[in-house]
């Protein structure tokens, strides 16, 4: 079942819900052709979270009806997809590569006001700050939350907040709690001058407690305790208080 919703004179969503058959295919060339002949610009959301099935058909049969599809998104400014399914998400980055000139952006369904609120236009930037900082009572730990997903912006501002902090002499432990990660982009890994950054901030600090975050991440602070200064640990998402304990005692 498909449902097309207008949130705006400027902004629209789409929720498919369920199997997306071939009356629903047809349901959407019929609004883009629509969008045509009216001349407009305008934004999209795509909510695919309760996207069940799809049949062939309902997308082999459309295959003349392209051109028409084509120029409706060529004449979007904002396009966002909002679906937990990977492949799903991988798909819709691919084809963000594909549309230059196009603004679009892929979020998880625990990120769907952020969507709303960036389609709408009441936001300039798509997806809110990732990290936040976080008060444990204790001058010498430096602590913070991740949630959301990294960019390059993104991960610049949270050094910059890291290195203000540890900018106290005090301040010898980081922790950062991991709630809700959405990934980073690709290109950080390339990022030198970003990684630069890191490493001078590991060189201040003598232990490193990560918490929370994907199962990868604990094997990944072994590696990382043996190759640098700090004593990293990781814990689990409910071990926070255990991660503090261990941070105080130095």
């Known amino acids: 079942m498909l449902d097309i919703e207008e949130l705006s004179p400027s902004a629209h969503r789409v929720t498919v819900m369920g199997a997306f058959h071939y009356d629903d295919a047809e349901k959407f060339i019929a609004f883009a ?21 799809f049949t062939f058909s309902a997308v082999s049969d459309q295959l003349m009806h392209v051109p028409s599809l084509l120029k409706y998104i060529y004449s979007l400014d904002r396009i966002a997809i909002i679906s ?8 819709a980055r691919l084809e963000s590569v594909l549309l230059p000139g196009v603004e679009y952006q892929v979020y998880d369904e625990d990120e769907a006001d952020a969507a709303l609120a960036w389609v709408t236009e009441e936001v300039d930037e798509p ?42 002499s005090s301040c010898s432990s980081l922790m950062m709690v991991i709630k809700s990660w959405h990934g ?14 890191k490493l001078g901030l590991i060189d ?38 255990e991660a503090l304990a261990w941070l105080s005692c130095i």
């Open 184 to 197: 980073f982009e690709a290109e950080l890994l390339f990022d030198f001058g970003l990684m630069r950054s």
């Open 33 to 53: 052709k629509d969008h045509n002949a009216d001349g407009k610009g305008g934004n999209l959301l795509i909510d695919l979270t309760a996207l069940a099935d």
């Open 84 to 91: 937990d399914e990977e492949w799903l998400r991988s798909a």
């Open 127 to 168: 997806h809110l700050g990732a990290f936040t900082e976080l008060n444990v009572g204790d001058p010498s730990i430096a602590a913070f939350q991740l949630a959301g997903r990294l960019d390059s912006a993104e991960s610049e501002r949270g050094i910059a907040m890291v290195e203000a902090r540890l900018k106290d």
């Open 204 to 241: 201040e600090i003598e232990r490193y407690a990560i918490v929370g975050g994907p199962s990868w991440i604990g094997g990944t602070a072994q590696i990382m305790g043996a190759l640098v200064k700090p004593d990293i640990r990781a814990f689990d998402e409910d071990e926070q208080e």
